[in-house]
T-cell receptor, first 113, second 117 residues
Framework: DQQVKQNSPSLSVQEGRISILNCDYT??????FLWYKKYPAEGPTFLIS?????DKNEDGRFTVFLNKSAKHLSLHIVPSQPGDSAVYFC????????????FGPGTRLSVLP | GAVVSQHPSWVICKSGTSVKIECRSL??????MFWYRQFPKQSLMLMAT?????????EQGVEKDKFLINHASLTLSTLTVTSAHPEDSSFYIC?????????????FGPGTRLTVL
């Protein structure tokens, strides 16, 4: 049973436009959410995070929105750049679970020049 | 940011042999290290968690006698895949955190691709 879902395996966006990556979770105990970016043959690198006490966190071109009632979060990248092309993983953690991360399956973003 | 290295980055072995993968934290003391595996087009699945100086805690369904984890120092953890078989072929990624960690300060290694013939 997948606790963290990313229903879009891939997404293509034109350079300069907005990229929206979605993530849904089922476990209401999750209280911290992270987005990681991964290039082929490399480990994931941390991108941005949000605590469950917030509904928005912004860092430069990256903004994460959290809708706790819908158990949904999204990552917005604007403007999208070709270097953003990568696989994006949504991850969730819970203080009660030792803060181990549960990862979604990832969404491959392709930003077209 | 902190750096976590893995060695080797790629290994091919024959079925029945054992393979050791090293994970090192280069500029911080990793009190806890995690081992993940990733199958193609799938998510990272946590295999086990290890704290320095103690036995690893394995996730359900992961055979502890097959995947031996040693976390003997604050900068090194090793994963040994014993008697490897083709179904063990996967991308193995380690992750490390220090004592004063926050969720966004858990660092990942570059991964090791294991191919078992």
């Amino acid at each position: 049973d997948q606790q963290v879902k990313q229903n879009s395996p891939s997404l293509s966006v034109q350079e300069g436009r907005i990229s929206i990556l979605n993530c849904d979770y089922t476990n209401s105990m999750f209280d911290y959410f992270l987005w990681y970016k991964k290039y082929p043959a490399e480990g994931p690198t941390f991108l941005i995070s949000i605590s469950s006490i917030k509904d928005k966190n912004e860092d430069g071109r990256f903004t994460v929105f959290l809708n706790k009632s819908a158990k949904h979060l999204s990552l917005h990248i604007v403007p999208s750049q070709p270097g953003d092309s990568a696989v994006y993983f949504c991850a969730a953690s819970a203080r009660n679970y030792g803060q181990n991360f549960v990862f979604g399956p990832g969404t491959r973003l392709s930003v077209l020049p | 940011g902190a750096v976590v290295s893995q060695h080797p980055s790629w290994v091919i072995c024959k079925s029945g042999t054992s393979v050791k993968i090293e994970c090192r934290s280069l500029d911080f003391q990793a009190t806890t290290m995690f081992w993940y595996r990733q199958f193609p087009k799938q998510s990272l699945m946590l295999m086990a968690t290890s704290n320095e100086g103690s036995k690893a805690t394995y996730e359900q369904g992961v055979e502890k006698d097959k995947f031996l984890i040693n976390h003997a120092s604050l900068t090194l953890s090793t994963l040994t895949v014993t008697s490897a078989h083709p179904e063990d072929s996967s991308f193995y990624i380690c992750s490390a955190r220090g004592l004063d960690w926050k969720p966004d300060t858990q660092y990942f290694g570059p991964g090791t691709r294991l191919t078992v013939l």
